[in-house]
């Protein structure tokens, strides 16, 4: 019996990068790409129309960013195991990754063999993981962010007064403070941009 070639959904909002992937995963025989997304928002629905095994899913994208995407379809049950590739190799970025459910987490700039293999991998059953991101996570610690910190940071990574963060995230004033500055300790930072900035750059955000 021929076996059944593995099923790969592209998640990416670079029309380019998509599309590459697509042409280069298309070169391996037991590979194929049945449907490509643009939009974070449009992989669950995918998922449950095409059925993949696999789904590749950026991190960044409009709608629903690659993190919450892989812990909705994870969730849903559907069969389909999910592999980060990204351009953003930061280890807080693979430390959500994995806790959210994905199989997998490399750099867009892997070697297309090496891909290929990793895809085969995830739809195997197995984790992988970029190695030397592997190393910067176990050396970067743990995020010692609480998820109301992370969404207050978000909230003053776009600029605006303590009040309209407070709108934003829904809570008071001193609560924010209360938040911020905490948040300004763990980060080493001196004030609430600073430590958006440094969140972010840490993939904690």
Same mark, same amino acid.
């Given at each position: 019996?021929t076996p059944k070639n593995i099923r790969i959904l592209l998640a990416d909002d670079q029309d380019l990068?998509?599309?590459?992937?697509?042409?280069?995963?298309?070169?391996?025989?037991?590979?194929?790409?049945?449907?490509?997304?643009?939009?974070?928002?449009?992989?669950?629905? =995918?998922?449950?129309?095409?059925?993949?095994?696999?789904?590749?899913?950026?991190?960044?994208?409009?709608?629903?960013?690659?993190?919450?995407?892989?812990?909705?379809?994870?969730?849903?049950?559907?069969? $389909?195991? $999910?592999?980060?590739? &990204?351009?953003?190799?930061?280890?807080?970025?693979?430390?959500?990754?994995? *806790? =959210?459910?994905?199989?997998?987490?490399? %750099?867009? *700039?892997?070697?297309?063999?090496?891909?290929?293999?990793?895809?085969?991998?995830? =739809?195997?059953?197995?984790? %992988?993981?970029?190695?030397?991101?592997? #190393?910067?996570?176990?050396?970067?610690?743990?995020?010692?962010?609480?998820?109301?910190?992370?969404? %207050?940071?978000?909230?003053?990574?776009?600029?605006?007064?303590?009040? #309209?963060? =407070?709108?934003?995230?829904?809570?008071?004033?001193?609560?924010?403070?209360?938040?911020?500055?905490?948040?300004?300790?763990? &980060?080493?930072?001196?004030?609430?941009?600073e430590a958006a900035r440094a969140a972010q750059a840490r993939g904690w955000l």
């Amino acid at each position: 019996m021929t076996p059944k070639n593995i099923r790969i959904l592209l998640a990416d909002d670079q029309d380019l990068v998509r599309g590459g992937l697509a042409a280069l995963l298309a070169l391996e025989g037991d590979l194929d790409v049945v449907v490509q997304v643009g939009r974070g928002d449009e992989v669950l629905d =995918a998922v449950r129309e095409h059925r993949p095994d696999v789904a590749l899913i950026d991190i960044e994208m409009p709608g629903m960013d690659g993190i919450e995407v892989t812990r909705q379809v994870t969730s849903a049950l559907l069969g $389909c195991r $999910c592999l980060i590739v &990204t351009t953003f190799g930061r280890p807080g970025y693979l430390r959500r990754a994995m *806790d =959210a459910g994905a199989s997998g987490f490399v %750099v867009k *700039d892997t070697p297309a063999e090496r891909l290929a293999q990793m895809v085969r991998q995830v =739809a195997a059953g197995q984790h %992988v993981l970029d190695p030397q991101l592997a #190393a910067d996570s176990l050396a970067g610690g743990i995020d010692p962010l609480t998820e109301r910190e992370r969404d %207050v940071l978000r909230a003053a990574a776009a600029g605006g007064s303590i009040r #309209a963060i =407070a709108d934003a995230v829904h809570l008071s004033p001193g609560t924010v403070r209360n938040h911020l500055s905490s948040a300004i300790g763990k &980060t080493d930072t001196h004030n609430r941009y600073e430590a958006a900035r440094a969140a972010q750059a840490r993939g904690w955000l």
